[in-house]
């Protein structure tokens, strides 16, 4: 195959086809053969600027390392396929991407959010002049219409939707969220980021945008920090995020996107695999004496189980469950454990564990008793025996 022959492939299956399937799509999107050396691995550009023609213009597209930049490029078409969107917009952390959506919206400044939020955007609210400038309204978003009255009660312009929920693992109903919001005039946004695009499609449900925290199942190594918003075609934030993304200097750096691109390449098997994992650690908790409560929407009696089954193809890594005796007994469960890490966040291969009442302080929502286990790529008896052996230690 000749260089130009190469290079026409790689454009072609830049934005993809249609009916690729998703395990094709996260190999080959946004990326092919390089065309200048035949390398089949995608090239890390770390250039902040670029060479400029003799006549002033940028011969191949690329100025500053904050317009644009080919490594950064790649991971938005990307995600902008898997997702199902037009565009996709790359930043520096999910944080940075949830920041530049509630600056973006470029509404009414009234937002409604989940009562029981990502206890990240609670700080954010709290603590930086994000809750000054805008209004913060929370509401159980299972009510639909506890939802309804919420968005109607004042002109309202976003209604962020998380769903499955952190630390508690609940299930929103995002079609219905999102013509709830719609009706209202607001613009409904999704932090897909537990579910991942393998197991839900928030464009395909009425989502205005889609956000993920890129650090998480999409890097799936516990090894770069990113977020991205995926929009639609004709979406009002495309240009506002951009410009956010541009000019406040948000941008994802080249070599997390390059990582991300790398972990995307395994993502459908990955999310299979913890899938598979968390629902066989969750049925082992549930039959546990010393497990009061197991949150997690693959059990039949879950109250998010049937909406999940509806919206989602499959329950995810995620899991909460909590043990008799409070805090200073789940502590202990964590103290004991061996295979298991106590670590903050979620979606690598290692099934990390934390104890999220401690961490949220006196706001949270999380139980006294609970731990949130984020299941990794280790074999799932292994991980049951580890939380067993740890659990021995209550009687």
């Not at 390089?34 to 011969?59: E, K, N, Q, Y």
């Not at 995020?241 to 395994?266: E, N």
Request: glycine letters at 10%.
């Amino acid at each position: 195959m000749t260089g130009v022959a190469i290079f026409n492939f790689a454009v072609e299956i830049q934005h993809g086809d249609s009916r690729m399937h998703i395990e094709t799509k996260s190999i080959h999107i946004g990326r092919g053969v390089d065309p200048a050396t035949g390398a089949v691995s995608i090239p890390l550009h770390t250039s902040t600027t670029f060479h400029r023609g003799a006549d002033g213009t940028f011969p191949a597209g690329f100025e500053y390392i904050r317009d644009a930049n080919p490594t950064r490029n790649a991971f938005e078409a990307a995600m902008a396929s898997l997702e199902g969107g037009s565009a996709a917009l790359a930043f520096s952390s999910g944080m940075a991407a949830i920041t530049a959506v509630f600056e973006g919206h470029a509404r009414e400044g009234r937002v409604v959010v989940p009562d029981d939020m990502y206890f990240g955007i609670r700080s954010l609210i709290d603590e930086t002049d994000i809750g000054e400038r805008f209004e913060f309204v929370p509401v159980d978003m299972r009510d639909l219409n506890a939802l309804r009255a919420a968005v109607t009660v004042a002109p309202t312009g976003l209604v962020w939707i998380e769903t499955p929920s952190n630390p508690l693992i609940r299930v929103v109903d995002i079609r219905a969220a999102c013509a709830i919001a719609h009706e209202a005039g607001a613009l409904a946004v999704v932090d897909n980021t537990w579910a991942t695009p393998v197991l839900q499609r928030p464009l395909e449900l009425g989502a205005d945008a889609v956000m993920h925290s890129a650090t998480k199942y999409i890097g799936g190594h516990s090894d770069l920090m990113a977020g991205v918003v995926v929009v639609p075609d004709g979406s009002p934030l495309e240009r506002p995020l951009r410009m956010i993304q541009r000019h406040k200097g948000s941008a994802a750096a080249p070599f997390d996107c390059w990582l991300a691109l790398r972990g995307l390449q395994t993502l459908p098997l990955r999310v299979r695999a913890h899938c598979e994992g968390a629902q066989k650690v969750a049925e082992a908790l549930v039959a546990h004496p010393d497990v009061e409560k197991v949150l997690f929407p693959g059990l039949h009696d879950d109250p998010g189980h049937a909406l999940a089954q509806r919206q989602m193809s499959g329950y995810g890594a995620m899991l909460s469950f909590v043990v008799r005796g409070g805090a200073e007994a789940a502590m202990g469960v964590a103290g004991r454990l061996k295979l298991v890490t106590r670590a903050t966040s979620l979606g690598g291969t290692h099934t990390l564990i934390e104890h999220r009442a401690s961490v949220e302080g006196p706001k949270t929502m999380a139980p006294a008793g609970m731990l949130r286990l984020s299941v990794g790529l280790e074999h799932p008896q292994d991980i049951i025996d580890d939380l067993t052996q740890a659990l021995h230690g209550l009687g």
